[in-house]
C-alpha cells in the first residue's frame, strides 16, 4: 500500500524558508515521478515542482522557478522541497503526488498522477 506522507509546513514570516518533506513508502518509486502540488483558498489545486526519481531530472511551474527547489533522497525514499524567499501568496495547503513514469515526459496534471499525501499546511504572513 502506497503511502507519501508530508511534513514540515508552518506559519512564517515573508522572507523565510522552509524545506517540506515527503515520505513515500509502499512499493519501488525508481519508475515514477514525484511532484509538488499547492491548493491554496477558494482555488484550484495547482503543480509546482517534480523530480524524476531515477534520473534526478527536475521540472517547475514558472511561477516558482528560482525560489524552489525540489530534490530527493533514495536513501531515505524522501522528497523534498526548500522554499525560499516566502511571499504571502505561497498560502497554501501543499500536497506531494506520485506518477508512474511510462517515458520521458514529466506531468504537471493532478490527472496524471495516482497517488496523494494528505497535505501540509504553509502559511506566509506580511
Keep these: 500500500q502506497v503511502q507519501l506522507v508530508e511534513s514540515g509546513g508552518g506559519l512564517v514570516q515573508a522572507g523565510g524558508s522552509l524545506r517540506l518533506s515527503c515520505a513515500a513508502s509502499g512499493r519501488t518509486f525508481n519508475n515514477y515521478a514525484m511532484g509538488w502540488f499547492r491548493q491554496a483558498p477558494g482555488k484550484v489545486r495547482e503543480f509546482v515542482a517534480g523530480i524524476a526519481w531515477s534520473s534526478g531530472r527536475t521540472y517547475y511551474a514558472d511561477s516558482v522557478k528560482g525560489r524552489f527547489t525540489i530534490s530527493r533522497d533514495n536513501a531515505k525514499n524522501t522528497v523534498y522541497l526548500q522554499i525560499d524567499s516566502l511571499k504571502p501568496e505561497d498560502t497554501a495547503v ?33
Design 94 to 126: 501543499y500536497y506531494c503526488a506520485a506518477d508512474r513514469l511510462y517515458g520521458s515526459v514529466l506531468h504537471t496534471r493532478l490527472n496524471d498522477y495516482d497517488y496523494w499525501g494528505q497535505g501540509t499546511q504553509v502559511t506566509v504572513s506580511s
